[in-house]
């Protein structure tokens, strides 16, 4: 069984990006767990959070498998003031510049009351969708817990980190941006409270955004923490809340879109995924998971239905491999398409 002299050996190598001398120098090795080959870290370092963590992160978790491990949780914190000062450490530097203070950007966030209502689907294929008609489209994976966007469009890189900034991945001219580009192994996240709203203000404003004309967030599902921070820091977004036909999915999603009006956000429109099964064979429609909770939805929150999307798979295409994304000429890619030109001419009036 791995020993947790053999995780510091392991260690032993690995800097602090920030202070440049190595984790054991520093103290950073907080707490180390060991269950049969999962290892449990806790690392305070001097700027918890950035490009360079990121970079760290990945460094700490190769050096502990070689170790022997077959999985590696991390935690990280600030190492204390007074630790830094005397590493010969600075205050954080302020970053080059962020997103949030471009004007021209629309920031769209994708919001639900529950999980499992096609959110995701419905934010990869709106920022495509976007993308096809000429605009600047980047998309933030903010579902902390449960990111997807990587795996919906098929993205098998992580990000280029160049200093402190962090370039996003392009797939279908869409910059993608995810907090499972920095995890190993489909590993969970367990970050808490600041250190998830300082990871998500830093993929504002550590990545270098080419100039975007859309930015589209996905949000996490319901009214939590992650949700809270996105609205503080964009008291501009726009909002699209989505729900399937089922009356207790439309009035879960009703809290999000009630979120979103409390903190002065413009909802654009619902979004009906799911709303029926068409058949190839008959045309026939059938309302799998009932009828109105998109237009009941709609109503409540006095804005529009933007699309209602019925069940279906996109065409899989070997060599271009994305597997929740439409083709434009798919039915479905077609409704998405027209639910863009909608978005566009709400947003450039």
């Known amino acids: 069984m791995l020993t947790e002299e053999q995780v510091l050996k392991a260690l032993e190598p690995v800097k602090d990006p920030h202070l440049n001398k190595t984790l054991l120098e520093i103290g950073s090795v907080k707490e180390v767990k060991i269950k049969e080959k999962l290892v449990s870290l806790k690392l305070a370092i001097a700027q918890p959070g950035t490009a360079e963590q990121m970079q760290l992160q990945q460094e700490v978790v190769n050096a502990v498998k070689n170790a022997g491990a077959e999985s590696v949780g991390l935690r990280f914190e600030k190492l204390a003031e007074e630790e830094i000062a005397k590493h010969g450490g ?85 910059q993608v941006i995810s907090m499972g580009f920095f995890v190993e192994d489909n590993s969970p996240i367990i970050w808490r409270g600041p250190m998830l709203g300082k990871m998500l203000n830093n993929f504002f404003n550590e990545v270098e955004w080419d100039d975007l004309d859309y930015l589209i967030l996905d949000l996490p599902p319901g009214t939590g923490d992650v949700a809270l921070d996105i609205h503080s820091m964009l008291p501009q977004s726009k909002e699209i809340v989505v729900t399937t036909p089922h009356a207790t999915a439309a009035f879960v999603a009703a809290r999000a879109g009630a979120m979103a009006l409390k903190t002065e956000h413009e909802i654009l429109g619902v979004v009906e995924n799911m709303a029926y099964f068409e058949s190839k ?26 699309a209602q999307i019925p069940l279906g798979q996109p065409e899989i295409d070997e060599e271009n491999f994305a597997p929740s994304v439409y083709d434009v000429e798919h039915p479905i890619g077609k409704i998405y398409m027209d639910m863009a030109e909608k978005v566009i001419q709400s947003t450039e009036k």
């Open 90 to 174: 600075a205050a954080e530097e302020e970053g080059e510049k962020s997103l949030l203070d471009n004007k021209r950007t629309t920031f769209i966030a994708v919001t639900s009351g529950k999980g499992g209502v096609g959110k995701s689907t419905v934010s990869v294929n709106l920022a495509t969708s976007l993308a096809r008609q000429g605009k600047k489209v980047g998309i933030i994976d903010a579902d902390i817990y449960g990111f997807s966007v990587p795996d919906m469009m098929g993205i098998e890189e992580r990000p280029k980190v160049v200093g402190q900034r962090i370039y996003p991945v392009t797939r279908f001219d869409v």
């Open 281 to 306: 064979l008959t045309g026939e429609k059938e309302f799998v998971f009932g009828k109105g909770g998109g237009p009941k939805l709609a109503e409540e929150l006095q804005t529009e239905i933007l």
